[in-house]
C-alpha cells in the first residue's frame, strides 16, 4: 500500500491542484525517500508546474531506484518531450511500453512525441495501439484526430474528433482538434465557437490560443489563401519544403534569363519576379503583419500572447516609418528618391524581425535578434545619413546613399530568412 501522501497526492494531481500535489509528495518522500513510485508521480507533478528539468531528475532517480517501473520511464518521456529532446524522449516511451506493453497512456505519449517530431505516420500508428487496448481511451483518440489532420485526411480527422466529443463533450482538447478541421476547411465561425468553448474549459490551453489567434485573422479572405497555403506547405514535410524552396529558385533563374534573351518575354519575366518576391516576402512576415492587424482589433488583441504583441508592435513601427517615407516622398520633390528607398528599407527590415521572434529562445534568438537590430539601426542610419545629404549636401550622393542602404538591407534580410530557416524555432 502506497504512503498516504503519495494517495492524496494522487488524487490533487488528476484534480490539476499541481502545487498542492507536489507538497504532500514531497512529505512523502521526506518519510519514504526511496520511493521510486513517489519520485515518478513528483516527476509527473513537476512537469505540470513547467520545472521540467526538475521533473527530468526526480524521474532519472526514480528510474535508479526501480528500473522496472515503466511510470518512471513514462514520466522521464514527458518532461523530455517538453524541453524538445525529442530522441531520448521516445527512447524513454518506448521503454516504458516495453515493460508495460498493455497501457494505453504509454501509446498515447509516444503518439505525442511523433507528432511533435512532425512525424504523423508513425504517430497516428502509435495511437491505433493505444486504441487496440483501450478503444475510448480519450488522448489516443484525440492524438490520432491530430496525426489525421496534419496527414490532410480531414474528413477522417473530423469524424475522430467528433467521437471524442460525443463520449466526452466538456473535453478541451478534442473541441481544438475539432476547431482546428473546421479552420482548415475555411469554416471560421464554427472554429471560433469550438476554440472560445476548448478556452472555457482548459484556459491554459496555448494550442487552442495558437488556433483562436488564426481563425481571427483568418476572417480576412486573404489571410485565409495564406493559412491555406501554410497548411498545404506543412503537410509536404521538410524535404518537400526544401524541394518546392530550390525549385522556385531554379524557376526564378530560368525565367530571368529568358526574359533578356526574348523580347517578347520581358513583361511577363517581371511579373513572375514580382509575384515570387511577393510569395517570399509573405511567406516570412505574413504571420507578423496579420499579428499587426489583430493588434488594431480590440477583441483581436486580447487573443495575442506577450511575444506576439511585441511582434505587431514593432512590425507596426516599422510600417509606420514607411509610411511616412511614402508621405514624404509624395509631398517633396527634393525628398522623393530618399523616401522610396526608406520605404524599401522599412518594410525590408520587417524580413530579420520576423526571424528573430519566429526562433527559439535561447542563443538562436540572440543570433537572429542581433541581427534585426543591426539592420534596423543600419536603416535609420542610411536614411538619416541620406536626409542630411539632401539637406545640406548633393541630392545625388543623397540618391547614391540611399540606394546603397536598400541593396545592404535587402542582403540583411535574404540572410536573415536563410539563417533563421536553419535555427531552431520557437513552439
Not at 404 to 415: D, N
Amino acid at each position: 500500500m502506497q504512503h498516504p501522501n503519495f494517495q492524496r497526492g494522487a488524487i490533487l494531481l488528476q484534480q490539476h491542484r499541481y502545487d498542492l500535489a507536489e507538497q504532500e509528495f514531497r512529505q512523502g518522500l521526506a518519510d519514504e525517500p526511496q520511493n521510486a513510485f513517489g519520485h515518478a508521480v513528483l516527476s509527473i507533478c513537476l512537469r505540470e508546474l513547467d520545472r521540467q528539468a526538475e521533473g527530468i531528475q526526480e524521474a532519472q532517480l526514480a528510474i535508479h531506484l526501480d528500473p522496472e517501473q515503466s511510470l518512471a520511464h513514462y514520466a522521464l518521456a514527458l518532461n523530455l518531450m517538453d524541453q524538445k529532446k525529442l530522441a531520448a524522449a521516445l527512447a524513454a516511451c518506448r521503454q516504458a511500453i516495453q515493460l508495460d506493453p498493455h497501457d494505453a497512456d504509454l501509446y498515447a505519449a509516444e503518439a505525442a512525441i511523433q507528432l511533435t517530431s512532425e512525424h504523423y505516420r508513425e504517430g497516428l500508428a502509435a495511437a491505433d495501439r493505444g486504441l487496440a487496448c483501450d478503444p475510448k481511451h480519450t488522448q489516443c483518440l484525440n492524438l490520432r484526430a491530430m496525426a489525421l489532420r496534419n496527414l490532410g485526411r480531414s474528413s477522417e480527422a473530423q469524424i475522430a474528433s467528433g467521437q471524442v466529443l460525443a463520449e466526452a463533450p466538456e473535453n478541451a482538447l478534442a473541441h481544438t482538434v475539432h476547431a482546428w478541421n473546421f479552420l482548415e476547411q475555411g469554416r471560421v465561425p464554427e472554429a471560433l465557437n469550438h476554440f472560445a468553448e476548448a478556452l472555457r474549459l482548459d484556459p491554459n490551453n496555448e494550442y487552442a490560443r495558437r488556433g483562436m489567434v488564426e481563425a481571427l485573422k483568418a476572417r480576412y479572405r486573404v489571410y485565409r489563401w495564406f493559412f491555406a497555403f501554410r497548411v498545404w506547405q506543412a503537410r509536404l514535410g521538410r524535404r518537400g519544403q526544401w524541394f518546392l524552396l530550390v525549385g522556385l529558385v531554379i524557376f526564378m533563374r530560368m525565367t530571368t534569363a529568358a526574359g533578356e534573351k526574348i523580347a517578347g518575354l520581358q513583361t511577363p519575366a517581371n511579373i513572375a519576379i514580382g509575384l515570387y518576391m511577393g510569395f517570399v516576402f509573405l511567406s516570412w512576415a505574413g504571420t507578423p503583419l496579420s499579428n499587426f492587424l489583430l493588434r488594431l482589433n480590440r477583441f483581436g488583441r486580447r487573443a495575442l500572447n506577450r511575444q506576439e504583441t511585441w511582434e505587431a508592435n514593432v512590425v507596426g513601427c516599422c510600417l509606420l516609418a514607411a509610411l511616412t517615407c511614402l508621405l514624404v516622398a509624395i509631398a517633396s520633390e527634393n525628398y522623393r528618391y530618399v523616401g522610396m528607398g526608406g520605404i524599401v528599407m522599412f518594410v525590408a527590415v520587417i524580413l530579420p524581425i520576423a526571424g528573430a521572434f519566429r526562433s527559439a529562445p535561447g542563443w538562436p534568438r540572440w543570433v537572429t535578434g542581433g541581427l534585426a537590430a543591426i539592420a534596423l539601426l543600419w536603416a535609420f542610419g542610411s536614411l538619416g545619413s541620406a536626409i542630411a545629404e539632401a539637406t545640406w549636401g548633393d541630392p545625388i550622393v543623397a540618391v547614391r546613399r540611399s540606394g546603397e542602404g536598400v541593396i545592404a538591407l535587402m542582403f540583411t534580410a535574404a540572410g536573415a530568412t536563410w539563417l533563421s530557416a536553419f535555427l531552431p524555432k520557437r513552439v
